[in-house]
């Protein structure tokens, strides 16, 4: 089946950094990639939709100033947490969408100090 | 507001026996649903979905029903193996965003006991 590819798996890093999380359609091309965000046991939450050379559209809640989507290429979406701070600790999944059905990324752990 | 609840966090089932998930909807306008399976610091796979026009799917060891009236679904795995032990996710979709946009369960965490 498809594959998605998130990059790094586990990151850590000091509070008001920047971290970049990426996420790669390996054996297709993706013109609409989610993000998704999990709290320790709770549910995903859709964070934004993520379109091909265009802007990323946010769910109600979601600060689109701190969580930067960048979809440029049809295989790559990066999502950017900027001026990290430890509340923003979470599991980011990524996925994309294959007609038929929806396919995850391996989630990348962020841990701010 | 929670759409997609799953009220049970836990659940644990003796190897062989049958595991029965549970998972409720509020929103009359999905109309397809999946189950998916998660590891600790994996993302979900794919388990098995059906549309709101069927009231069971079948596959394999994996069954989901729905009931529309009472707004309910289920997962049904038999016979239960240590290896399906993991948290699973029911979602659910509607027309108007499409399969690709779903909402999610709180998750249930399976054990199967050996």
């Known amino acids: 089946g498809a594959v998605v590819s998130q990059h790094p798996s586990w990151v850590i890093c000091k509070s008001g950094t920047s971290v970049k999380i990426e996420c790669r359609s390996l054996d297709f091309q993706a013109t609409t990639m989610f993000w998704y965000r999990q709290f320790p046991k709770q549910s995903l939450m859709l964070m934004a939709t993520?379109?091909?050379?265009?802007?990323?559209?946010?769910e109600q809640g979601v600060e689109k100033d701190k969580f930067l989507i960048n979809h440029a290429s049809l295989t790559l979406s990066t999502l950017t947490v900027t001026s990290a701070h430890p509340e923003d600790s979470s599991f980011y999944i990524c996925s994309a969408w294959v007609p038929g059905e929806l396919f995850f990324g391996e989630g990348s752990r962020l841990t701010v100090l | 507001d929670q759409q997609v609840k799953q009220n049970s966090p836990s659940l644990s089932v003796q190897e062989g026996r049958i595991s029965i998930l549970n998972c409720d909807y509020t929103?009359?306008?999905?109309?397809?649903f999946l189950w998916y399976k998660k590891y600790p610091a994996e993302g979900p796979t794919f388990l098995i979905s059906i549309s709101s026009i069927k009231d069971k799917n079948e596959d394999g060891r994996f069954t989901v029903f729905l009931n529309k009236s009472a707004k309910h679904l289920s997962l049904h795995i038999v016979p239960s193996q240590p290896g399906d032990s993991a948290v699973y996710f029911c979602a659910a979709s509607d027309r108007v965003q499409g399969a690709q946009k779903l909402v999610f369960g709180q998750g249930t965490r399976l054990t199967i006991n050996p």
């Open positions: 993520s379109n091909e050379g265009s802007k990323a559209t946010y």
């Open positions: 929103n009359s306008m999905f109309d397809y």
